[in-house]
């Protein structure tokens, strides 16, 4: 199905409901929730990434619906009830066992999306087909965009920067945070009071994915690169939100993970 008139005349107002502003974000107050919505602004992605979202729901995959744009040019889309992963982490994800079942729900994904294949499809980024070997991965997934109802993992969010890629790239991605590979410091923050297992944790995760640690390790360092690379790129040329990720730093974070990764690889792998 084509990404061109997906959302038709799909376009509502704006409820007479206080919007409030959803947490977790790099750039706070840019998505709000109106009543049981969730607003964000829209571009010229939208209608793919709608249909992306339509088509995961159709294989039950628990994502939030796609509802099209209200009057002031924003998309809609259902809010998804639960905790989201912001820190301090749910407790079950500070175990191994939350990262097995952030694993096991990435290949779930995997498996929903495999089939998606839109004509003239736009992301975020810009125009870009599915080459071979590629599915359309989330882009994004890490515990920020993983919605819990206690120790249930019940939903994933934001698909903003969804774009075909290699599968392994959506795992490496994952499991630098779910297995929190980088440095210890960094791991305060999540709710970790000593640095954690990285190796159960990684181990966890392989099991839930169904992957080799030494396969997610490889993974790991090449989307490091390839991240500090694309906030760089595309952050200098102004394009959102990597424009925002490079002023808030967030190149310099990868970096320093990416380091630690580097330099911890062979005991990990």
């Not at 088509?55 to 259902?78: Q, T, V, Y």
């Not at 990262?99 to 779930?108: D, E, K, V």
């Not at 169904?210 to 991240?227: N, T």
């Amino acid at each position: 199905m084509g990404a061109s008139g997906i959302l038709g005349d799909m376009v509502n107002e704006v409820e007479n409901v206080a919007e409030e502003p959803l947490s977790g974000g790099v750039a706070a107050g840019r998505v709000t929730k109106v009543g049981d919505t969730v607003r964000r602004p829209s571009g010229p992605g939208t209608p793919t990434l709608q249909a992306l979202l339509r088509h995961l729901r159709g294989k039950g995959f628990p994502c939030p619906e796609p509802l099209g744009l209200d009057a002031s040019g924003r998309e809609i889309l259902s809010f998804l009830p639960g905790r989201a992963s912001n820190w301090p982490w749910p407790p079950i994800l500070l175990q191994p066992e939350g990262a097995r079942r952030i694993g096991a729900m990435l290949a779930r994904y995997h498996a929903a999306v495999v089939d998606f294949a839109p004509s003239s499809a736009v992301w975020t980024h810009g125009p870009q087909e599915i080459g071979a070997d590629e599915i359309v991965l989330h882009g994004d997934f890490g515990p920020h965009n993983l919605i819990w109802n206690d120790d249930e993992l019940t939903g994933v969010i934001d698909f903003e920067l969804a774009r075909p890629g290699a599968p392994m790239e959506d795992a490496g991605f994952a499991v630098i945070r779910a297995a929190q590979l980088r440095p210890d410091d960094m791991t305060r923050g999540p709710g970790f009071e000593t640095p954690p297992d990285r190796v159960r944790r990684l181990d966890a995760f392989a099991e839930g994915f169904r992957a080799s640690r030494s396969e997610l390790i490889v993974a790991a360092l090449g989307v490091q690169r390839a991240e500090i690379d694309r906030i760089e790129r595309l952050g200098a040329a102004g394009l959102e939100p990597w424009a925002t990720f490079h002023g808030k730093g967030l190149a310099d974070v990868a970096r320093a993970e990416l380091v630690w990764i580097e330099a911890n690889a062979a005991w990990l792998a």
